[in-house]
T-cell receptor, first 117, second 113 residues
């Protein structure tokens, strides 16, 4: 079945540095990828939708200059948390929608736990 | 807008007990409905889905029926196991808004041996 690889699975960084998280579709082409943030014991909050070759669409309240999303190919999207601060510590999860499909459930990555110290 | 409401947890059951996790939705169109499961420290896995009214999704002993008249998609399992302990998310997705998936708040299930 479809597999989405997310890397790294966890990262600890110093306040003020930037962190890049990768999301790759391994055996399918993903026209659309979604980035979510999950706080402890809470649901997933959609941060942005990225379409290959175009600018990401950010949800209300998400700072686009802080959370940079690039979707340069049909198999790779990246989320860069710029100038990270402790309040950015969270679990980030991506999901991918396969090209040519509609709404039949997307494949999720295994998530990245970011801790900013 | 679209939304999903599911029962609050945590739900604690003994092994082999019957499980029901309620889920209701609000949608303007005809969404597809999903249940996802999240094990500790992991991402989400699609558990089951239903794409139209009266469809029943099933997987690993879990099942849920798409009820349009009651706008519900309750998750059930006849006999839970300790390994079913996880967080369960009800979700919907439709063709509007760029195929976004809207998640419920999640229900944590603990199964005791």
């Amino acid at each position: 079945g479809a597999v989405v690889s997310q890397h790294p699975s966890w990262v600890i960084c110093k306040s003020g540095t930037s962190v890049k998280i990768e999301c790759r579709s391994l055996d399918f082409q993903a026209t659309t990828m979604f980035w979510y943030r999950q706080f402890p014991k809470q649901s997933l909050m959609l941060m942005a939708t990225s379409n290959e070759g175009s600018k990401a669409t950010y949800e209300q309240g998400v700072e686009k200059d802080k959370f940079l999303i690039n979707h340069a190919s049909l198999t790779l999207s990246t989320l860069t948390v710029t100038s990270a601060h402790p309040e950015d510590s969270s679990f980030y999860i991506c999901s991918a929608r396969e090209a040519g499909t509609s709404n039949y459930g997307y494949t999720f990555g295994s998530g990245t736990r970011l801790t900013v110290v | 807008g679209n939304s999903v409401t599911q029962m609050e947890g945590p739900v604690t059951l003994s092994e082999e007990a019957f499980l029901t996790i309620n889920c209701t939705y609000t949608a303007t169109g005809y969404p597809s409905l999903f249940w996802y499961v999240q094990y500790p420290g992991e991402g989400l896995q699609l558990l089951l889905k239903a794409t139209k009214a009266d469809d029943k999704g099933s997987n690993k002993g879990f099942e849920a029926t798409y009820r349009k008249e009651t706008t519900s998609f309750h998750l059930e399992k006849g006999s839970v196991q300790v390994s079913d302990s996880a967080v369960y998310f009800c979700a919907l997705s439709d063709g509007t808004g760029g195929f976004k998936t809207i998640f419920g708040a999640g229900t944590r299930l603990f199964v005791k041996a």
